[in-house]
């Protein structure tokens, strides 16, 4: 085994989208822990598209990560090394360990997983932080109830491909779970293997069309990952009392000249409507209700997890980072850093 450890640190600020000049490599020893810590071989890596977010000075929901310090991550590994009462060499943990091969850690924030309860990429996302957003953002944030007709978007990426099949098991017929999603591979997938009733291909389809002939009683609840003009689009068709999830805008995060707000705002007023941000990590005191109740849903065969690994260790971050934002992925795009 290397004797380095390599990472992946934040060097400028970017405009759009990250560019290879926002990013250094360094290499340095692996850690040593000292009372009280534990190292973590990482072997995989989580790539979401809020870290173009942390990128960008100034705190929003979460601190920006600074000039210089390794780029923030969720991962998943093996503890190598341990002077932790609470972490035995062997056991495999999730935290936010960093862009890098081995992270130190004082234990704050690690969680301890079960690998053979699931692969270890699922922990970074339908059994991780992508899941449980869509688990709290629709039941909680969007007040779910049977008979909705729900509307998701980004529907064929890490968290819209959980949110529309929890919808699917909450709802009961007539109920409609209609995704939107860029491409006819994503669209076939979300319904002919995930079971939504309908899909709107946003890059060939009139979204506003598409959605009159698919909720013709209007949208209950909209679970939005994409801002833009597809949030402007759903507003169109909401139903009387409709919930609008704001969950995330992927749409806006590389824009240069401002973010593109709704213009059609005002169908909120005319359907007593509501438009919620949410944060999943104000849900933490409850991860486990929804790690056990989507862990059952997977095990009684009526959730489906994918993730979408790409090899090349931290050498291959930007690159990963940006097939977000390129629509390249279909389920939790994941980076596989060293073999567990
Ligand atoms: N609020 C929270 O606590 C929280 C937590 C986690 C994630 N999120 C948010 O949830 C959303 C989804 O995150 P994720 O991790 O599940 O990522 P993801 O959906 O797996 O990947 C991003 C997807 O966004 C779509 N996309 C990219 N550019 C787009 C554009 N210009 N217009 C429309 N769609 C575009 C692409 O799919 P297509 O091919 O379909 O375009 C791409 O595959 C993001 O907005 C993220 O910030 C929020």
């Not at 990128?55 to 390794?70: F, K």
């Not at 957003?133 to 909680?140: N, R, S």
């Not at 009526?302 to 979408?308: A, F, M, N, P, V």
């Amino acid at each position: 085994m290397s004797s380095t450890n390599r990472q992946v640190r934040l060097a400028g600020r970017p405009s759009g989208l990250p560019a290879p000049s926002d990013w250094s490599f360094t290499e340095e020893p692996i850690p040593v822990p000292g009372e009280g810590e534990l190292v973590v071989a990482i072997s995989h890596l989580s790539l979401d598209p809020a870290m173009r977010g942390w990128m960008n000075a100034g705190a929003s929901y979460i601190e920006a990560v600074e000039l210089g310090d390794i780029m923030r991550a969720g991962a998943v590994g093996r503890v190598s090394a341990s002077e932790h009462p609470g972490f035995a060499v062997g056991d495999h943990v999730y935290g936010a360990l960093g862009v890098q091969e081995h992270a130190l850690s004082d234990g704050n924030g690690v969680i301890k997983i079960d690998p053979s309860l699931a692969p270890l990429p699922t922990y970074l996302g339908t059994l991780g932080m992508t899941g449980m957003t869509a688990y709290f953002g629709l039941l909680d944030t969007g007040k779910l109830e049977e008979g909705d007709t729900v509307v998701v978007s980004g529907a064929a990426g890490a968290v819209g491909s959980v949110a529309g099949q929890i919808a699917k098991i909450k709802t009961r017929s007539p109920a409609r779970v209609i995704g939107i999603a860029g491409g006819t591979e994503k669209c076939r997938w979300i319904v002919e293997e995930l079971g939504f009733d309908a899909a709107i291909d946003y890059k060939t389809q009139d979204v506003r069309r598409a959605l009159r002939e698919h909720a013709p009683n209007g949208v209950d609840v909209y679970f939005d990952n994409v801002g833009g003009e597809i949030l402007d689009a759903v507003l169109t068709r909401l139903a009387r009392g409709a919930r609008v999830v704001i969950c995330g805008a992927v749409s806006q995060y590389n824009a240069t000249e401002g973010v593109r707000g709704p213009s059609n705002y005002l169908s909120l007023l005319v359907a007593r409507a509501s438009m919620t941000g949410m944060v999943v990590f104000d849900y933490a005191a409850r991860y486990g209700e929804a790690m056990a109740a989507i862990a059952g849903w997977m095990r009684e065969g009526l959730l489906i997890s994918r993730e979408d690994v790409v090899d090349g260790g931290v050498s291959a971050f930007p690159d990963a980072l940006l097939k977000l934002f390129a629509g390249e992925n279909i389920g939790k795009l994941v980076l596989r850093i060293q073999n567990d």
